[in-house]
């Protein structure tokens, strides 16, 4: 069995690098940070241009149809790259359309999607901040041909830019997924205070606002399998800042000197950096299993999804602290990209469930074959 990349995903994956070092550098990064969205359209634009907002979406919604593996090789380059924006939310929102939309709902939001017209974000989180469909308290009221909304989601990635926001919620049926466009009554954006603020956050309150659609689809196993498309990407994203960190602090370690010598010499260092490899070579092993399965459809896809966030989500942060270990003093400034890098790690530690979430996940599930 190969387990390396083949010819053509080697080849995006080098296409995928040269396209972000040059339109994302670290000063484009800080910039978006500083704004109210860190939302880049042109930035955007040049994304979907290359078909990679598009790049699991089937071809006659006008997509690439590629797996999640070449999702992964992607993502893996945007989270080198620590792109900000909202193409996490999008996939997310892409996956719970494929999995739950009618064939005109996939027509007309997939295609958008995919020529990058339209961004999406999926709101889930509520107070209680589960990460579980059954926490879902918000309520849809049948109205007509569609649904009046109330109530308050929270931590919604990227609302402020959405075109559409995918909400779930609860009706006196089961859970539903109302789609809601930009400019709806009765919808107010509020920012959240963030650790990460290339990846902006926010809360959103329904009152009495009405929504035409919802998808049609079956609630519960959409939300199952897009949860676990984005939590593949959210995973391969954190590869890539383990691998840019990974690669920064051994630079560093062979250029600083210390009493003379390059601290790369000294075995604690060494130490840390061979811990750091041995955290992201683990990950990439995690996040491109856990691509294959769940594109191939695998039972063991489930597993492998949790395996791989709960992996990364612990890995991510620990290369982060390792990493401004062996920077010493500069790596604790802000003018250090490190902690551009570090903060998207601690962000996304809990996006979509932390190590904790994702081990009981993968306790509940074994339990459960066990007893079947």
């Not at 919604?156 to 859970?175: K, P």
């Not at 609630?219 to 199952?224: N, Q, T």
């Not at 010598?261 to 992201?280: E, F, K, N, W």
Request: charged residues 20%; contains cysteine.
């Amino acid at each position: 069995m190969d387990f390396d990349l083949n010819k053509p995903q080697k080849l995006l994956q080098e296409s995928a690098r040269t396209f972000f070092a040059r339109e994302c550098p670290a000063d484009r990064v800080r910039e978006l940070m500083a704004t109210n969205t860190a939302h880049d359209e042109n930035l955007w634009r040049g994304i979907a241009d290359q078909g990679w907002t598009g790049l699991i979406v089937p071809e006659e919604y006008g997509g690439l149809g590629l797996s999640l593996v070449e999702l992964a090789v992607v993502v893996e380059e945007m989270g080198r790259a620590n792109l900000p924006g909202a193409f996490i939310s999008t996939l997310w929102a892409t996956a719970l359309i494929e999995g739950a939309g009618s064939e005109e709902q996939k027509a007309k939001y997939l295609d958008a999607i995919s020529a990058g017209d339209v961004k999406a974000t999926v709101a889930l989180l509520e107070a209680s901040a589960d990460w579980h469909p059954s926490a879902v308290q918000l309520r849809a009221e049948v109205e007509g041909q569609g649904y009046r909304l109330n109530g308050r989601k929270e931590f919604v990635t990227d609302a402020a830019v959405a075109d559409l926001i995918i909400v779930v919620a609860r009706s006196s049926s089961g859970l539903v997924l109302a789609l809601v466009e930009k400019g709806v009554a009765g919808v107010t954006i509020t920012e959240t205070p963030a650790i990460d603020t290339s990846r902006k956050l926010y809360a959103i309150d329904f009152q009495d606002a009405h929504v035409e659609a919802a998808l049609e689809g079956n609630a519960k196993a959409a939300l199952e399998y897009s949860m676990g498309v984005a939590a593949v990407g959210l995973s391969a994203e954190m590869l890539g800042g383990m691998q840019w960190v990974l690669d920064t602090t051994v630079e560093y370690a062979k250029t600083r000197l210390q009493f003379g010598r390059p601290i790369g010499s000294y075995q604690a260092v060494q130490h840390h950096c061979a811990d750091m490899l041995l955290m992201t070579e683990s990950s990439r092993s995690a996040v491109y299993y856990a691509a294959y399965t769940l594109s191939v459809k695998d039972p063991m896809a489930r597993h492998a999804i949790s395996m791989a966030k709960a992996y990364c989500s612990d890995s991510a942060r620990e290369v982060g602290n390792l990493g401004i270990q062996c920077h010493g003093g500069i790596g604790f400034t802000w003018e250090h990209n490190l902690h551009l890098y570090y903060k998207r790690a601690k962000s996304s530690e809990v996006l979509l469930g932390d190590a904790s979430y994702h081990r009981e996940e993968l306790a509940r599930l074994v339990i459960d074959r066990a007893a079947d």
